[in-house]
């Protein structure tokens, strides 16, 4: 998080970090300020000095979602300049991300949802939004290259790449991690492919 440390202090990225690490290997039910304090060896009192609820430590999980995703699809993107070959990346390199983070972001914007919480709501759907204004951007990129169709609805495009990379999370979350989240992508993007795509 190193552009955050100005406004974020060094323990409590480490409670945030804590907190992913327990999301991944426990679940988000057993995301307590206990737990937390558990796991980093200090009093629960210790950790409410940085943070007042669990709805905080969302809010800063929602926060580092939103920087190292969006960073993820920028430098996946910035590796070529065709702008099919710049969505092939991003899917990919999208995977990865959760791969790595076991599915952290997606269960977030589940607990997000189940926790009725207006403020969080919002926050997360910026994130969305920002990452859809990625994709539909390279889609307007793709037209001006003449590789994408003039016709395509950009907004439904964009949404349907977001919800390709979400489908595949949620049926790997759901069998245990048990395959590689990249088994299917080249397939799946295929038939995105040839939904926008000039013929």
């Given at each position: 998080m190193a552009e955050d440390k100005a406004k974020y202090t060094d323990k409590q990225i480490q409670i945030v970090e804590s907190a992913r690490s327990i999301i991944s290997s426990k679940g988000i039910e057993k995301l307590t300020i206990h737990e937390i304090a558990k796991d980093l060896g200090v009093t629960d009192g210790a950790l409410y000095r940085h943070f007042k609820s669990k709805k905080e430590i969302i809010s800063l999980l929602i926060e580092d979602i939103e920087r190292t995703l969006l960073n993820t699809v920028r430098d996946a993107a910035s590796k070529t300049r065709d702008p099919v070959n710049k969505l092939e990346n991003i899917l990919a390199s999208h995977l990865s991300y959760a791969e790595q983070r076991?599915?952290?972001?997606?269960?977030?914007?589940?607990?997000?949802?189940?926790?009725?919480?207006?403020?969080?709501?919002?926050?997360?759907?910026?994130?969305?939004?920002?990452?859809?204004?990625?994709?539909k951007s390279i889609l307007l990129e793709g037209v001006e290259a003449e590789k994408i169709r003039k016709d395509v609805d950009f907004v439904s495009a964009s949404i349907a790449f977001f919800g390709m990379v979400q489908s595949m999370v949620t049926l790997w979350v759901l069998s245990g991690f048990r395959y590689s989240l990249k088994k299917h992508y080249l397939e799946l993007f295929d038939i995105y492919k040839k939904g926008v795509m000039v013929k």
């Open positions: 076991k599915g952290v972001s997606f269960i977030v914007i589940n607990e997000t949802l189940n926790l009725q919480d207006k403020i969080l709501k919002r926050k997360m759907l910026k994130v969305i939004h920002k990452y859809l204004k990625e994709i």
